[in-house]
């Protein structure tokens, strides 16, 4: 089970940094964050943001693969399912994200 969780927290943590980091998808954040259209505004705030899309997308994953690691009633479980992942995602990510902001520095 939890080579599960940290599998799929890291999948959660690599579509996340890649849709609102990676140059290949700057021309969808740049279209949505720069349109008159709330809702294009919306999506544009949400990609550009990993930790809110981190959220997103952990919802996707846990409701598209119904997946659930608790023996409760369904919709608690898909939802402590959902916040668990997107919590290991994130701690991923700082930890990730200092071993590179440390990487840079040793760099320079």
Not at 52 to 64: E, K, M, T
């Amino acid at each position: 089970m939890w080579l599960e969780v940290l599998l799929l927290a890291a999948a959660i943590w690599l579509l996340s940094t890649t849709v609102s980091r990676a140059k290949i998808f700057f021309p969808l954040r740049y279209y949505c964050n720069n349109h008159c259209n709330p809702i294009l505004l919306w999506i544009g705030e949400a990609i550009s943001c990993q930790y809110c899309l981190s959220h997103w997308i952990g919802a996707a994953i846990v409701w598209w693969g119904r997946i659930n690691f608790f023996n409760y009633p369904e919709l608690f479980t898909y939802c402590m399912t959902w916040a668990a992942l997107v919590g290991v995602a994130n701690v991923i990510g700082r930890t990730v994200g200092r071993a590179d902001e440390q990487t840079r520095k040793e760099i320079k």
